[in-house]
């Protein structure tokens, strides 16, 4: 899938610029038109001319704990009777996120002008999932803004959930690895140079793995400004290629391969399957919007292909069930399940009850994932510690050998 770059106009004048992930130009113009956006510039995004900036590297996201907030709130003022411009005045006020304060008086200040809230929302893409503004926008359409919000703040909160779970999962190895890190370069820099100062002046023949410890210890002595810029040049290399096309490719099939973390990948892909296309179909939305709105919010590139693929084959009267089977990409259970509900007519309850139970499975998965971590990564540091260690230790014992052979 490539990113195309767009200049569009929208029904009431205003010029939109940002991104859309198209199979190709023609289906990026067709969404676009979809959108009710007329079409001043269309351009494909490669590696080289996409507008990754190092302040977007860094850009503070809004979180999805902050969008559930925020929908809460917005529930209980409306339910109170407070009209929408004083509700968006209110929640401007008092949200603390700098960006999601900045979207909501933008969005504030179009609904004055006469704009839809939906489409004052969609004009920030970057701060509101596509997810909210559909749901927004039925609500508005039947009259029942507060239900909507109020799902949407539901699907926020087992969303921030599964997400907490999975960077729970991922913080005891990253720290562990950070710990390893720090601990070798420490060794290698004062306390390894401590003792082979002890080894200079005496007549021993030192092991080879004494030697390259020596080798180790010396570079990073002299040299440790290239080591530093390695690891900094690295960390920005890395968040730089996982945004492009090949690296995000490259990224997301190791994520569904990986011996440990694909059980995980599958599972918490299938649960957000479930739960959004759940809350479109609720909303009312037709089952082609539906997919093509839930192929939006999947993190994963093949997973978002395959809801792509599946929206067009849907449009052709293909049931859903049958290309998620053809993909290979989802457990027998999402097919099975889903292909049950379209012959019953009851899609939406039992997407739910999908949901639920692999939320559940997220949950066992993260819980198997950090229980077979903790071992590995224990044995790796002790393996790396017990090599500097013995390193110093080896001339020692030879030392020793040496005196008793006296």
């Known amino acids: 899938m490539a990113s195309f770059a767009y200049v569009a106009v929208d029904a009431k004048g205003k010029q939109v610029k940002a991104s859309i992930e198209a199979d190709n130009q023609m289906k990026a113009s067709d969404m676009l038109k979809k959108d009710g956006l007329t079409i001043i510039e269309l351009k494909e995004q490669s590696a080289l001319n996409k507008e990754i900036s190092v302040g977007s590297l860094f850009k503070k996201k809004v979180k999805v704990r902050d969008l559930s907030l925020f929908c809460r709130q917005f529930v209980s003022l409306h339910r109170a009777g407070v009209t929408i411009i004083e509700s968006m005045r209110m929640l401007t006020e008092q949200t603390e996120n700098p960006a999601l304060r900045e979207a909501l008086q933008e969005a504030s200040t179009n609904v004055q002008k006469g704009e839809t809230l939906a489409n004052s929302m969609r004009a920030r893409p970057d701060i509101f999932p596509n997810l909210l503004v559909h749901m927004v926008s039925a609500g508005e359409a039947s009259g029942s803004l507060d239900i909507a919000f109020e799902r949407m703040a539901v699907q926020f909160e087992k969303s921030d959930k599964i997400n907490s779970m999975i960077k729970k999962a991922m913080v005891y190895p990253i720290m562990v690895l950070v710990v390893a890190v720090v601990v070798v370069i420490v060794m290698l820099t004062f306390v ?189 540091l002790a393996g790396v510690c017990g090599v500097i260690i013995g390193s110093v230790m080896a001339p020692m014992a030879a030392m020793y050998e040496g005196l008793d052979s006296l």
């Open 192 to 380: 390894v140079p401590t003792f082979m100062s002890m080894f200079a002046d005496m007549d021993i023949d030192m092991p080879k793995i004494t030697l390259a410890v020596i080798a180790a210890s010396d570079f990073m002595q002299q040299y440790w400004y290239i080591v530093v810029g390695v690891i900094v040049a690295f960390v920005f290399f890395f968040r730089w290629f996982k945004q492009t096309p090949t690296g995000e490719g490259l990224i997301n099939k190791a994520a569904i391969k990986a011996p440990l973390f694909g059980d995980l990948t599958v599972k918490s892909s299938s649960a957000k399957f479930a739960r959004n296309l759940s809350t479109m179909l609720a909303a009312g939305i037709s089952m082609p919007d539906a997919v093509q709105i839930v192929a939006d919010t999947m993190n994963n590139v093949f997973y978002r292909e395959c809801m792509l693929n599946a929206k067009n084959d849907v449009m052709q009267g293909v049931p859903l069930s049958q290309p998620l089977e053809k993909s290979g990409l989802f457990p027998p259970m999402v097919y099975h399940m889903t292909r049950i509900g379209e012959e019953t007519g009851n899609i939406e309850d039992m997407l739910d009850t999908m949901a639920n139970y692999y939320e559940e499975e997220v949950e066992m998965a993260t819980q198997s994932l950090m229980a077979a971590l903790e071992p590995i990564i224990i044995i790796i």
